[in-house]
């Protein structure tokens, strides 16, 4: 029994053993990629898949199609990077710097940038179904002709964004803050919209269908020919907004939703006056 016993520590030991020394081979590996990256300013077309590149710190770099699947890059300092077409599939990168990066056709479903500063970055026509937006700096930043579908941005800034054209099923933006930000021809079905400030922010053409905007603020607001068919008004502020043209509006689905004398509304469609 005893023998036994010793065989199995014994293998235990040697499996800890080999497992350490392989950890160390990876680590070491890392450290002589990043060195790397740093010396060439980048590792355009690399595989870098499993790399863990945590802290990375390289202004200008050039990761354009490269490999970056569940790299983890968590609070890497990569401002004005070029991500153009990279495989960004479920990279951890939260509190990462990429603000200015462009991100252009790249594929980043489920990539988590929770707290990242992406201010003024670009991400035309990305791939960012599934991802972590979550209390992200997103100032200046394009999503034009995104598939954003089932994101989450919850208490992000996201103040001059552009999101034109875009897919946003079921995307998250509750308290985000929206103003000055361009929505026009997105498509927002059932995206929940709860407590956003969207001060004069553009949402003309946008599909609001099935989308909840329960105290969202949208004052000063465009919402010219939006279809909100089963859409949600619950004490929405709609102080000078423009529904000129919006179609598909429920009166019974428009619960203590306010405006005021210069908001405009579509024939049929009555709110009460704000007072606050």
Do not use: W
């Amino acid at each position: 029994m005893g023998d036994k016993v010793f065989q199995i520590l014994a293998g235990c030991l040697s499996a800890f053993a080999l497992f350490a020394v392989s950890n160390s081979a990876f680590a070491e590996n890392d450290l002589k990629r990043m060195a790397e990256i740093k010396e060439k300013g980048g590792c355009p077309s690399c595989d870098l898949r499993l790399a863990e590149l945590r802290f990375l710190n390289v202004e200008n770099a050039d990761f354009s199609r490269a490999n970056l699947r569940e790299v983890d890059l968590k609070e890497a300092i990569l401002p004005n990077a070029n991500f153009q077409r990279a495989d960004f599939r479920r990279a951890e990168a939260e509190r990462a710097d990429f603000s200015g990066s462009d991100f252009t056709d790249a594929t980043m479903r489920s990539v988590d940038l929770e707290k990242a500063n992406l201010s003024n970055a670009k991400f035309e026509d990305t791939d960012l179904r599934e991802a972590d937006l979550n209390t992200t700096i997103l100032t200046g930043t394009v999503f034009d002709g995104s598939d954003i579908r089932n994101a989450s941005f919850i208490r992000s800034v996201a103040e001059n964004a552009s999101f034109k054209g875009a897919k946003m099923d079921e995307v998250n933006l509750e308290r985000v803050d929206l103003s000055n930000a361009n929505f026009e021809n997105a498509r927002l079905r059932q995206a929940k919209l709860d407590r956003i400030k969207a001060h004069n922010t553009n949402f003309a053409d946008a599909d609001f269908s099935g989308v909840r905007l329960v105290s969202a603020d949208l004052t000063g607001a465009n919402l010219t020919g939006v279809d909100f068919d089963g859409a949600l008004l619950r004490r929405t502020r709609l102080v000078g907004a423009d529904l000129t043209g919006a179609t598909n509006l429920d009166p019974s689905r428009i619960l203590g939703a306010c405006g005021d004398e210069n908001t405009k509304l579509p024939s049929g469609i009555k709110l009460i006056k704000c007072s606050y």
